[in-house]
Protein backbone atom coordinates (compact mmCIF):
# COMPACT_ATOMS: atom_id res chain seq x y z
CA UNK A 1 0.00 0.00 0.00
CA UNK A 2 1.38 3.48 -0.89
CA UNK A 3 1.74 6.32 1.33
CA UNK A 4 2.39 9.96 0.89
CA UNK A 5 3.37 11.65 4.52
CA UNK A 6 3.99 15.29 5.02
CA UNK A 7 5.38 17.27 7.09
CA UNK A 8 6.51 21.07 7.17
CA UNK A 9 3.40 22.71 8.22
CA UNK A 10 2.76 25.46 10.59
CA UNK A 11 2.02 29.14 11.50
CA UNK A 12 5.02 31.43 10.54
CA UNK A 13 4.29 35.40 10.28
CA UNK A 14 4.12 37.18 7.01
CA UNK A 15 7.02 37.49 4.99
CA UNK A 16 8.66 34.72 6.67
CA UNK A 17 9.60 31.00 5.48
CA UNK A 18 8.55 27.25 5.68
CA UNK A 19 9.91 24.09 4.00
CA UNK A 20 7.51 21.14 3.05
CA UNK A 21 8.36 17.55 2.66
CA UNK A 22 6.22 14.79 1.69
CA UNK A 23 8.01 11.16 1.56
CA UNK A 24 6.22 8.58 -0.39
CA UNK A 25 6.56 4.75 0.82
CA UNK A 26 4.80 1.46 0.38
CA UNK A 27 5.33 -1.01 -3.25
CA UNK A 28 6.28 1.56 -5.85
CA UNK A 29 7.67 0.87 -9.31
CA UNK A 30 8.05 4.40 -10.23
CA UNK A 31 7.42 7.28 -9.15
CA UNK A 32 6.50 10.15 -12.54
CA UNK A 33 5.17 13.75 -11.84
CA UNK A 34 5.18 15.08 -7.95
CA UNK A 35 3.45 18.44 -6.71
CA UNK A 36 2.49 20.58 -4.29
CA UNK A 37 -1.48 21.41 -3.73
CA UNK A 38 -3.37 24.00 -1.73
CA UNK A 39 -7.00 24.29 -0.69
CA UNK A 40 -8.06 27.31 1.60
CA UNK A 41 -11.32 27.29 3.25
CA UNK A 42 -14.16 28.12 1.03
CA UNK A 43 -11.85 27.54 -2.15
CA UNK A 44 -11.34 24.86 -4.72
CA UNK A 45 -7.94 22.95 -4.11
CA UNK A 46 -5.25 24.45 -6.82
CA UNK A 47 -2.01 23.48 -8.28
CA UNK A 48 1.11 25.02 -6.56
CA UNK A 49 3.54 23.43 -8.60
CA UNK A 50 4.53 20.19 -9.74
CA UNK A 51 8.31 18.56 -11.18
CA UNK A 52 8.94 16.01 -13.62
CA UNK A 53 11.20 13.32 -12.64
CA UNK A 54 13.77 15.24 -15.29
CA UNK A 55 13.84 18.66 -12.28
CA UNK A 56 11.25 20.40 -14.48
CA UNK A 57 9.51 22.50 -12.01
CA UNK A 58 6.33 24.72 -12.98
CA UNK A 59 4.56 26.98 -10.95
CA UNK A 60 1.11 28.97 -10.40
CA UNK A 61 1.68 32.26 -11.09
CA UNK A 62 1.19 33.45 -7.37
CA UNK A 63 4.10 31.78 -6.36
CA UNK A 64 6.58 32.27 -8.89
CA UNK A 65 9.72 33.77 -7.28
CA UNK A 66 8.93 32.82 -3.72
CA UNK A 67 8.25 28.91 -3.57
CA UNK A 68 10.50 26.48 -4.96
CA UNK A 69 9.87 22.75 -5.38
CA UNK A 70 12.62 19.88 -5.38
CA UNK A 71 12.96 15.88 -5.55
CA UNK A 72 15.00 13.65 -4.23
CA UNK A 73 14.50 10.87 -6.37
CA UNK A 74 16.50 8.17 -4.30
CA UNK A 75 14.55 9.14 -1.10
CA UNK A 76 11.02 9.33 -3.02
CA UNK A 77 10.35 12.55 -1.74
CA UNK A 78 9.35 16.35 -3.01
CA UNK A 79 9.85 19.48 -0.71
CA UNK A 80 8.60 22.92 -1.09
CA UNK A 81 10.69 26.05 -0.58
CA UNK A 82 7.95 28.41 0.66
CA UNK A 83 9.87 32.01 1.21
CA UNK A 84 8.12 35.64 1.66
CA UNK A 85 4.99 34.15 2.79
CA UNK A 86 1.74 36.09 2.64
CA UNK A 87 -1.66 35.82 4.14
CA UNK A 88 -3.02 34.61 1.55
CA UNK A 89 -1.07 31.48 1.26
CA UNK A 90 -2.72 30.45 4.00
CA UNK A 91 -3.91 26.72 3.24
CA UNK A 92 -3.82 23.03 3.65
CA UNK A 93 -1.35 21.98 1.63
CA UNK A 94 -1.37 18.70 -0.16
CA UNK A 95 1.19 16.28 -1.41
CA UNK A 96 0.34 14.39 -4.79
CA UNK A 97 2.43 11.55 -6.98
CA UNK A 98 1.52 10.15 -9.91
CA UNK A 99 3.07 6.98 -9.73
CA UNK A 100 2.88 2.70 -10.35
CA UNK A 101 3.16 0.67 -8.17
CA UNK A 102 3.86 -2.22 -10.68
CA UNK A 103 5.34 -2.35 -14.02
CA UNK A 104 1.69 -3.80 -15.43
CA UNK A 105 -0.29 -1.93 -13.51
CA UNK A 106 -1.69 1.71 -14.92
CA UNK A 107 -0.36 5.16 -13.54
CA UNK A 108 -2.41 6.78 -11.01
CA UNK A 109 -2.50 9.72 -8.70
CA UNK A 110 -1.87 9.38 -4.84
CA UNK A 111 -2.56 11.98 -2.10
CA UNK A 112 -0.83 13.01 1.12
CA UNK A 113 -3.53 13.83 4.03
CA UNK A 114 -2.32 17.77 3.66
CA UNK A 115 -0.92 19.68 6.06
CA UNK A 116 -1.94 23.18 7.21
CA UNK A 117 -0.20 26.44 7.02
CA UNK A 118 -0.72 29.49 8.24
CA UNK A 119 0.49 32.98 7.71
CA UNK A 120 -0.35 35.63 10.42
CA UNK A 121 1.29 38.31 12.61
Known amino acids: QVQLVESGGGLVQPGGSLRLSCAAS????????MGWYRQAPGKQRELVGSINTGGSPNYADSVKGRFTISRDNAKNTVYLQMNTLKPEDTAVYYC???????????????WGQGTQVTVSS
Open 26 to 33: GSIFGIYA
Open 96 to 110: NAALKVTIWTPQANY
